[in-house]
């Protein structure tokens, strides 16, 4: 059996058993008399799908047809599949892992509202995976690559290994950057089972030996004050005190709070360069 067909075969067996678990009353069916099958039947996955019965059969048989990624999200829906079910799903159908989806949700008018009355403070809003859910625009002058990087890499931990010309340079880059890894892996620990977790790692470790190396360490740190100093392109040395407050689990605020009145003034002509 090839690679290909043994997918095919893992893929058949996942469906099934997935759907077999879904009974007609949790998807507002009718249990109807005689039914012999456990769980839903094929062609009412592919109803409330909206996909081909005669498609849907030939996928769980395992034959060799192509899924689009909206086909296999409207059966990850109607078989109700959790966020690793799902990127198993789209494993075995030959498509790469979807990035976990930003969590915009968690970041409410108020909160922003909060971001954009802190000035010259740069601030962000940020999960457990160092992805930047939302900032203000002291943050977006500061960090101008991080900000404006496509979505699933617009993650610190990623622009900061993989960035190598960076507009914003952390002066003692190797300290913090090990501690910063050491603090995504104490985050990793509650997510090791999550495909997009184990995904994020697997890309960072291949496109930066340097988290390699330092990944490689096993260090564990929790997030805390820091004061980090940086050198800036266009204004020279910045240093702030970083401040990190929970707003709800696993989602944190990071405040840079100017140190000295050169920062200030640095953080002034940045923002008004970006205007």
């Not at 829906?77 to 079910?85: G, K, P, Q, V, Y």
């Not at 809003?125 to 002058?141: K, M, P, T």
């Not at 910045?238 to 929970?246: A, C, E, G, H």
Request: charged share 25%; glycine share 6%.
């Amino acid at each position: 059996m090839t690679v290909a067909e043994a997918k095919r075969s893992d893929l058949s067996a996942f469906l099934r058993t997935r759907r077999e678990r879904i009974t007609p009353e949790m998807v507002d069916l009718a249990p109807g008399p005689r039914r012999r099958t456990p769980g839903l039947r094929r062609e009412e996955v592919a109803q409330l799908a909206g996909v081909g019965v005669t498609w849907y059969t030939w996928l769980e048989q395992g034959r060799p047809i192509n899924a689009s990624t909206q086909v296999l999200d409207a059966i990850a829906r109607t078989l109700r599949l959790d966020s690793a079910e799902r990127q198993h799903l789209y494993r075995l159908a030959g498509h790469a892992e979807t990035p976990a989806p930003v969590d915009s949700g968690q970041v409410t008018p108020e909160l922003q509202g909060i971001l954009d009355r802190l000035g010259d403070m740069p601030a962000v809003v940020s999960n457990g995976r160092c992805d930047a859910l939302a900032w203000n625009a002291a943050y977006a002058a500061l960090f101008p690559e991080l900000v404006n990087a496509r979505e699933g890499e617009r993650n610190s931990l990623w622009v900061t290994c993989v960035n190598r010309h960076p507009t914003t340079l952390l002066v003692n880059r190797e300290q913090e950057l090990a501690r910063a890894v050491a603090v995504f892996r104490g985050a990793y620990s509650r997510h090791a089972d999550d495909p997009c977790w184990q995904d994020f790692v697997r890309r960072l470790c291949a496109e930066s030996a340097e988290f390699a190396r330092l990944w490689a360490r096993q260090d564990v740190a929790d997030p805390g004050p820091r004061v980090k100093v940086f050198k800036h392109a266009a204004v020279g040395e910045l240093r702030f005190s970083t401040t990190s407050l929970t707003a709800v689990p696993e989602i944190r605020v990071i405040v840079y709070t100017p140190m000295d009145d050169e920062t200030r003034s640095a953080m002034g002509v940045l923002m008004g360069s970006a205007r």
